[in-house]
């Protein structure tokens, strides 16, 4: 049993997105956006350290390995750690739009279990956009890159401004981040090129 709600449909006036020119190439390894994130830092030694590549167009791939601290039931993946893998990936299309954009609705299908020390290979891509808003598409496959589906998930991102994070964030953590000459490279390029 599977679907998409109502919800994650794009509305009839939605287009097809362009690749932004300034897009990573495809192939290339698209880096952290920030060190303490759960999904791709590296300061988090329980995190996921999902590391994500740039694909052809719209798409892009990562990979992940179950670790010991991220069972639900003995041996196997918990499904909230499964679904945090699937929000990652979708979240890094953001970088081929070169938008800054949240998850504002997420939908997994589980369609198989995950064994610890299993990597999960994630391919997503953006379907379409309708103004602030970006649905996308992801799977997780098992055994290699054209393995069987174990989880799947449809997406809808929304655009914010950068002000978004500066404005909810916890001040210790921003002031930090503001003080990583990258990270405000990084929040500079998206400003000026939205
Ligand atoms: C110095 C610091 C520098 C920092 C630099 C940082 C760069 C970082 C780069 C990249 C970071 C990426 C991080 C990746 C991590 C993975 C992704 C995550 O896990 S993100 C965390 C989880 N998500 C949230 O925390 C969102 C919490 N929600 C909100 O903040 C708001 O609800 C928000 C922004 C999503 C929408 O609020 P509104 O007031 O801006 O907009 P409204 O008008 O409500 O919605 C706009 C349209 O979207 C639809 N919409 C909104 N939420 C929806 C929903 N849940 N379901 C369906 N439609 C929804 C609405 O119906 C509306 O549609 P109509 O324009 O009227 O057609």
Redo the contacts with the bound molecule.
Sequence with gaps: MSGRSA?LQPPSDAVTPVRHPDAPAPGELIGS??GE?F?CGDGQPHGLHLRVRAGEGLGITAEFTVQPAHQGAPGLAHGGVLTTAL??TL?SL?WLLRT?A????LETDFVRPVPVGTTLHLAAEVTAVA???IYSTATGRIGGPGGPVAVRADA?F?E?K?D???HHGRQEE?RV??NDPD?VR??RAFEVNP
């Design positions: 919800a956006h920030y994130c999904g929000d990652e979240g953001n800054v949240v998850t504002g609705r103004g602030r808003k809808l929304i914010v950068v978004h994070f500066v921003i981040a503001m990270q990084r929040a």
